[in-house]
């Protein structure tokens, strides 16, 4: 089952872990402090390893002859910052205000790009290369003369640094909240882009930096930057928005002579001519349009439709393919989030009542055809999830915070229970009663009810009908507590600005982090961001001791320390009953008409899809007489 993210959702949008100096023939972390001189670097990694020597040709995950051509069009798997899955009303995709088109991020170069199948190295794009100060507090970007943007102007280290700083300034929290050190972006010249970052700066802020989207400063002298607009933006990326229709539907043309396309990090990828971008309102209404050949690629979420509906004549005759691919990334938190803004959430033990009442048993069984598992961490299927007895290197970090927290995170951290599959497990409801009782909630009249006589009630926050069977089990149980349950199914517009103000009592989040987390958890757990409307803090999590070890994390000077760090702030997060933990699952269920292929090897850290894929007029040629 897909849910809403944050970001999430279908897949959030996950913020690539840190960024290092990771140089050639000399590799070295900007942390370490130690080297005399800069070193110039062809890319950066975390803790300055990198797969790629320098003068590599292309991605081994990529067919680099791969032919371009043909159409992709999906229903978006993926959503950053103001994007929605159901509607979009602006080709501003970077600030709070509006719902943003997906895809807009494939009309804007960035300094550097992603090697999927590295935990979190990023390499040369519009810059070709980078030098980074002894202490890791300055970041010369060498820019790529050749870079331009799609109206033919160059592409310049003035536009660089306008964007940088805009983006502080004025765009969406999520990115001004990860920007917050970077005290500076200016231009030396037009080929030299100078980024400043205080000193205390997370390991990753650099890399989250050079993988933001390049704007023109000339395009927006005339026009301000934090306004939703249906007027397209001057981009430089593979691609420029072509045909759209607010609600309904987007494309993006591939940019014919594009200045990027035989670039080492763009080399054999970006191959079809046109991707599009559908939207739906109603889930059915979109797997229905899938089976019309209405669009051609879909990543299926709902484990009803995958195990019942996939059975249709396109099916049967081969012409729609179905795959299940791995998927190697941590899967992260997801569930029903409580807003603990709100007094009636304020006590552990009400929250830990409610995770009492939801029967996941039953409802994996009876409604998701047995397709998941529980979700316990936020760092699921990774090795930074907390499992057992802490480690004595665990104990260390959390040992100042003894009588700080609560004692069960020096023991094995918290699972949510294992229900008897009923639907309705007494046991589990008489203790969700028994904690209830203990926070001072009584029964008066068959309700629920505090000291002042105030009622428990609770509104689910949804935006779109296909999750009502997941709420309405849990909705029953907790009835028999005495709590009036509701959910409220409201449009996505509406949706997006209630939980951007925080106000809800419980909704869906899904997020997940790379493999190297690091200031990304600022925005999901600190005390800062629990204020920040817009976060994605939407539990209201305000713990010193959490802010504490979230800051621990992005001080790991090697991957060892940071699984210590991250296993211990599970621990602590899992402690405070902050969500009711859904499900989820290590696979892509994959679905598409017969008209792509794609290289031999995926991407460990990605699909690979849009990027590598590619359309073969073959194929379709059999499609059609076939259809």
């Not at 080399?267 to 019309?292: H, I, K, L, P, S």
């Amino acid at each position: 089952m897909r849910t809403p993210r944050s970001a999430v959702s279908r897949r959030e949008l996950i913020i690539a872990g840190a960024a290092a100096l990771a140089a050639g023939a000399v590799v070295r972390s900007p942390c370490a402090g130690a080297a005399d001189e800069e070193t110039e670097s062809h890319g950066l990694s975390a803790f300055g390893d990198l797969k790629y020597p320098p003068g590599f040709q292309h991605f081994d995950y990529v067919n680099p002859n791969a032919p371009k051509g043909g159409v992709f069009s999906q229903i978006g798997p993926n959503r950053a910052y103001n994007q929605s899955f159901l509607t979009f009303n602006s080709l501003n995709s970077f600030i709070l205000k509006g719902d943003g088109a997906q895809g807009m991020e494939l009309t804007f170069a960035t300094l550097m790009a992603r090697a999927y199948d590295e935990p979190d190295a990023v390499y040369g794009y519009a810059a070709r290369a980078v030098r980074v100060s002894a202490d890791g507090t300055v970041y010369r970007f060498a820019l790529r003369p050749e870079a331009r943007f799609h109206d033919g102007t160059p592409l310049t280290a003035h536009d660089a640094a306008f964007s940088l700083t805009i983006l502080k300034e004025k765009g969406h929290p999520i990115i001004a909240q990860m920007l917050r050190d970077l005290e500076a972006a200016e231009a030396a010249d037009d080929a030299t882009l100078i980024v400043r970052f205080n000193a205390r700066r997370a390991r990753d802020v650099p890399l989250f930096a050079a993988t933001l989207p390049i704007f023109s400063r000339a395009y927006y002298g005339t026009r301000a930057f934090d306004e939703t607009t249906l007027d397209v933006p001057l981009g430089s990326g593979p691609y420029k928005v072509g045909r759209f229709e607010p609600n309904r539907y987007i494309e993006y043309e591939r940019v014919r002579n594009w200045w990027g396309a035989d670039l080492p990090v763009m080399r054999g990828q970006f191959n079809f001519d046109t991707v599009r971008f559908e939207y739906f309102r109603d889930r059915e209404v979109g797997f229905e349009a899938f089976t019309a050949k209405a669009y051609l690629f879909r990543e299926e979420f709902t484990s009803r439709v995958w195990a019942t509906r996939y059975d249709f004549p396109a099916i049967r005759d081969g012409r729609v393919k179905r795959e299940v691919l791995p998927d190697e990334t941590p899967s992260g938190a997801q569930g029903w989030f409580m807003n603990t803004r709100r007094d009636k959430f304020k006590d552990p033990r009400v929250r830990e009542a409610l995770i009492c009442a939801f029967d996941f048993e039953w409802t994996n069984k009876n409604i998701m055809y047995g397709s998941y598992e529980r979700t316990h961490s936020v760092f699921q299927n990774s090795e930074m999830m907390a499992k057992g007895l802490p480690s004595e290197e665990e104990i260390a970090l959390l040992e100042p915070f003894r009588g700080r927290v609560p004692a069960e995170v020096f023991g094995a951290p918290f699972v949510p229970p294992v229900s008897d599959g009923s639907g309705q497990d007494r046991k589990l409801l008489r203790r969700a009663s028994q904690l209830l009782q203990e926070a001072g909630w009584t029964i008066n009249g068959g309700k629920r009810v505090n000291g002042r006589g105030e009622r428990l009630t609770i509104e689910f926050l949804l935006d779109e009908p296909s999750f009502q069977p997941h709420h309405m089990p849990f909705i029953k149980n907790l009835a028999t507590l005495g709590i009036d349950a509701t959910l409220r199914l409201v449009d996505p517009v509406q949706y997006r600005r209630r939980v951007d103000d925080f106000d809800f009592d419980i909704t869906v989040q899904r997020f997940g982090f790379s493999t190297t987390p690091g200031d990304a958890l600022r925005s999901y757990f600190s005390s800062q961001a629990a204020a920040i409307k817009g976060s994605q803090n939407l539990a209201g999590i305000a713990d010193p001791v959490i802010d504490a070890l979230v800051e621990k994390v992005i001080a790991a000077r090697d991957r060892a320390a940071l699984i210590v760090a991250c296993r211990a702030l599970d621990r602590v997060i899992r402690a405070g009953r902050y969500w009711i933990p859904h499900w989820y699952k290590a696979t892509h269920w994959l679905a598409y008409w017969d008209v792509y292929d794609r290289p031999a090897l995926k991407p460990r850290y990605a699909r690979g899809v849009i990027e590598t894929w590619w359309y073969d007029r073959d194929k379709a040629a059999r499609i059609e007489r076939a259809g």
